[in-house]
């Protein structure tokens, strides 16, 4: 480098040579500048005449060097008040000098001051840490595990984190897509949450399928049964990866600077402006895309980007007329290797002859394109959290208790519909609450307040919008508490769930209703029939109406579904006319109706109604052109004032003795109108003969196990088959479940017949070629035995079926019925490693509480929606709705019913899962099965 004591005189970086008596050979003007006294005054004096400040820190380094050591990156502290240097950091490194080439005679001293780095680095962590804070209060990614580490349930940002779809990850362990480096930490601190119950923070990494690595921040944490033992782990995750790559990229920063004290990772560049020339050292070549070392110094901007080479020119000429500091970052006009912008600071310094006239110039340049980068990155992401946040309506928020300031991100305003005077308060936050639902929001918060060992409230509410709009918003909320363990702030997100709740009230809708007509559905009646018993008076009377359509199915054969349909909606009308306002009219299913008819004083009021009903069902419809005429029978039975002789009559007898009165109507070739009589009770004949069979039908073998197969619509493979009891009545015959299991629940028979059935099944899997699963029903009323635990553990053990194989069906009245003595079952029965069904799902109360409260493996539409496929519009919306419910929750789906090529379609396009029905399979005897299966196992045309 052409004149060297001049340009070591000038370079940004204090150098000093010191002998082996520890005093100062030579120092330039940096160096000066850092002891905060002039060159000449330091040379010839002692380390510690001259630095008392780090003298006693450097000494010991200083002999390592003399002894010959090269020493390198030695942080200092000035501690000497009265110098230029307290309170400031040095890093210094330390090169033996061999002027003869053999003993080291006095030590070369280079210094940088990384005070301004320092303190930035600590401003730069302090700030991703509140980010972090407010970042973690955003649910980006969840999943759930049960306590083996297997994934139960994800949701799409997770799925999008890790690169896979849910269906890969549900089921599989944690563990399979987390970085090897970080598999055994994580498992032991899984493995200790799972044993204490104490949530754990990691940060780790997960490995995508294309061997990507992305970073993430996990917080898992046990929820606990009743009991308080753990059940399943749930973990909220968030993307750290910008944050790694910025430490990284930061750390490279570091790296250069630590080379450039060494004076070998330095871009040094110097201009001579007396002559006009320039020249760069080497690594200032490759830094600003040059082969050339030499330039005019009128074209020096040419290195820089067009776009910085105004700024670039300010600021230096800053440096001529006011001697500001030089240090601006551009971009360079020749990109990086890897094609993209570089990103160069450039720090140096003008010096001037006596009478202030530019004679040179010089500096160094660092490369600062992977911060610029990362800080990119980091912004664009920044940007991308705050659109999806806004796009899912959800708002963070922060409240300071002692000042009651509510500190909140954007978007929490329009979610109280942008009120005149915004929330600032906690106080005033409530005033934005609906007035109904603020003591429920309270009580939420002041439970955090108040109540020991409670951390975090959520709450769901209505916001008191304009025009009497329901919007309900969800808000949850995390307690800090301070060295006295009280609530210092609560912080929090409330985010939009109106579309949920929406969702809710209309599936509990359907739930009471029948979709095609609106009318009462079966559920429905039963329940407003016990009412109305259960409140009549003395002397009062009600009259139950079992009505079925005469010449429906003709007319629904010939003309088409859609003409039925259509006629199903006419009679639901006519029939809405015909009743008083107390009165309830319910379609039981396919042209069955009941009339809840109250208020009757005497039989003929009964038969005047149904005279009415009989004429306006007479009348002739007209169905898209087409002249329909049919005809309705009539049962009829009473309760109340003296007709039962004091006894109380109960909903099922007297829906008994209306389809017993609708039997003798629909025998006397139809139209007819019968009211039901003591002698008709042949049915009770007929049940307590069953009564007395299935006591010793199990002794003498008459029962039996039929299979039906469940057939995955992806694979068209059978994943499972359901066993189906049958009894082989010895002057009967075959009597299906329906005619005899109410009877053993009714008898407590269905204990010992349920047990019966699970043995037989899971010693009958065992002996199949395939590894599919058999699923078993059970009746609510098994849940009332506490031996249907051991039960199923017995028929695992001693049928060496494997618990994975065996699906235990429960219908919705499990859960409706003292549902957390039974959720508390299904726990248990979890636990054994079995799979856990919901049958017939919508024909009940549907809560979506349960499925919340319990995660079922699998959820089985009930056959009456199916039948209405693709038809019926409710029917499509109600099958939807349940599918992608399951989706979202990472419920499998299984449609039972299935009697046609179009339903399957229906059901495949919809994402469904299984499907089980007669297109497939009517039940078969366990003796058949291993044909079907073997007939099932390629697939067919149907599931193609």
Known sequence: MANFPALYDAVP??????????????????????????????????????????????MIHLRRALSGERVTDVELRGMDAAAFCEGRV????LEPLRPDGQIVSCVLCSAVDITDRIQAERALWEHQERLANLIEQAAVGILQADLTGRVLLVNDRLCDLVGRNRKSLLGSLIQVITHPDDAARNAAMFAHLVKTGEPFEIEKRYVRPDGSIVWVKNYASAVHDPAGRPQFIVAITQDITER?????????????????????????????????VGRYSPLAMQLVGTDCPTFIAADWTQMVHPDDRAMVVQAWNRVLEEGAPYAPEFRTAAPAPDGGERWLLSRGRLECDQAGRPVRS???????????????????????????????????????????????????????GNPPEPPRTMGAALFAVHPQDRDKVRAAV???????????????????????????????????????????????????????????????????????????????????????LAGLRPGEQLALHCLDLDQFKGINDTLGHPV???????????????IGRDDLVARLGGDEFAIIQSGVRSREDAAALSRRVTEALDAVSDIGGQRVMMGVSAGIALAGGNLADGHEMIASDLVKNADIALYYAKAEGGGAIRFFEPAMDDAVRKKQEFKLGLRSALSRGE????????????????????????????????????????????????????????RAACHEAVSWSQPIRVAVNLSPVQFRDPGLVPAVTSALTESGLAPGRLELEITESVLLDDNEANLAILHQLRALGVRIVLDDFGTGFSSLSYLLRFPFDKIKIDRSFVVGLPGQDQSFAIVCAIVSM????????????????????????RGCNEAQGYLFSRPVPACDLPALLERLRPATELVA
Not at 90 to 93: A, H, I, N, P, T
Not at 889 to 909: F, H, M, P
């Open 886 to 909: 399951g989706r979202s929750l990472g419920i499998a789906i299984a449609a039972e019913g299935v009697e046609t090529a179009e339903q399957l379609d229906v059901l495949r396009s």
């Open 703 to 758: 029962l039996e196990l039929h299979f039906q197969p469940l057939v995955a619509l992806r694979s068209g493979a059978v994943t499972c088959v359901e066993a189906l009891t049958r009894w082989r009545h010895p002057v009967r015959g075959w009597v299906m479940p329906a005619d005899f299991i109410p009877v053993a629940e009714e008898t407590g028979l269905i204990a010992p017949i349920g047990e019966w059935a699970l």
């Open 90 to 93: 040095f890093l210094v490194s």
């Open 13 to 58: 970086v204090g150098l000093c040579i010191i002998d082996s008596g520890l005093r100062f050979v030579s120092i330039n003007r940096m160096m000066a500048a850092m002891v905060g006294r002039p060159a000449q005054d330091a040379i010839g004096r002692n380390l510690t005449e001259v630095t008392p400040g780090v003298a006693d820190q450097l």
């Open 362 to 416: 010089a500096g160094v340049f660092l490369d600062v394109t992977a911060r610029r980068r990362a800080e990119i990155a980091q912004r664009e992401s920044e940007d991308r959290l705050a659109r999806a946040i806004a796009a899912a309506r959800i708002s963070a928020w922060e409240w300071d208790v002692a000042t009651d300031q509510l500190h909140v991100a954007a978007g929490f305003d329009d979610l109280f």
């Open 244 to 276: 790694k790559q910025a430490e990284a990229a930061r750390q490279q920063s570091e790296d250069l600077l630590r080379l450039a004290t060494e004076g070998a990772g330095v871009g040094i560049w110097e201009v001579d402006r007396i002559r006009g």
């Open 564 to 578: 039925g349909d259509a006629l199903l909606r006419q009679t639901a009308d006519r029939l809405r006319g015909c």
């Open 446 to 532: 002041e439970q955090v307040l108040l109540a020991d060992g409670v951390d975090s409230h959520e709450v769901e509410f209505r916001a008191a919008l304009p025009h009497d709009t329901d919007r309900w918003l969800r808000a949850w909320g995390r307690a800090e508490r301070g060295p006295d363990g009280r609530v210092i702030r609560l912080i929090g997100v409330t985010h939009d769930i109106t579309e949920r709740r929406v969702a809710e009230q209309r599936i509990m809708y359907l739930a009471y209703h029948d979709p095609l007509t609106n009318l009462a559905n079966r559920r429905l009646f039963h329940q407003r029939l016990e009412q109305a």
